[in-house]
């Protein structure tokens, strides 16, 4: 399955879209597991991404998997990925290639995942000012979504949103009665 990114300002709903993909695809029975790189600190991303096995480093007390292998068969959607490190950009470069991940201290395992980046940068800006790799950039554009800012948008779709929004609200007070 070809990589996905999808690009827009925040708040355009980047994480709805991949959703949206992972549902109306044949993987929608299996795992869809959203990763917000920037909220994970640069040295735990790599473990958090591939994992690692016990013993690996102090404090690996077990064997854990990481995202890309809870999402195996699946989807995983790697938001904000105009953030990760230089380091990291190899080793994703090296997954979307080889097909497999590295778990801290394990051997290499076969995955088959579905990819969807997302980011409200330019991510060809970055490739530019050397910031990001164009090789990454290139495997994980083979789709490109770009969504539009809510100042872009028809009125239609703000009217569709306000509904939407309004119902989620009734829903939830509706909810929190029950529970009350």
């Keep these: 399955h070809a990589a996905i990114l999808i690009q827009g300002e925040t708040g355009t709903g980047k994480e709805n879209a991949a959703r949206a993909i992972h549902y109306l695809s044949e993987r929608r029975d299996q795992s869809f597991v959203p990763v917000n790189c920037a909220a994970i ?40 990925i105009g953030d990760i490190s230089p380091y990291m950009q190899q080793a994703l470069l090296r997954v979307l290639q080889e097909k497999e991940v590295m778990p801290l201290g394990g051997k290499a395992k076969k995955i088959n995942v579905r990819i969807i980046a997302a980011t409200n940068q330019s991510l060809t800006k970055l490739c ?41 609200k009734k829903r939830l007070r509706r909810h929190l009665t029950r529970l009350t």
């Excluded at 040295?43 to 292998?69: M, V």
């Excluded at 990001?132 to 872009?152: A, G, H, K, T």
């Design 128 to 168: 530019e000012e050397g910031k990001f790799r164009w090789d990454l950039y290139y495997r994980l554009s083979v789709v490109e979504l770009d969504l539009p800012s809510l100042v872009e948008r028809g009125k239609q779709d703000i009217k569709s949103m306000i509904e939407y929004f309004l119902n989620q």
């Design 41 to 80: 600190p640069d040295e735990l991303i790599e473990s958090e991404l591939f994992g690692y096995i016990k013993g690996a480093f102090t404090g690996a007390n077990e064997t854990r998997a990481g995202f890309f292998q809870t999402a195996d068969g699946g989807t995983i959607f790697l938001d904000e």
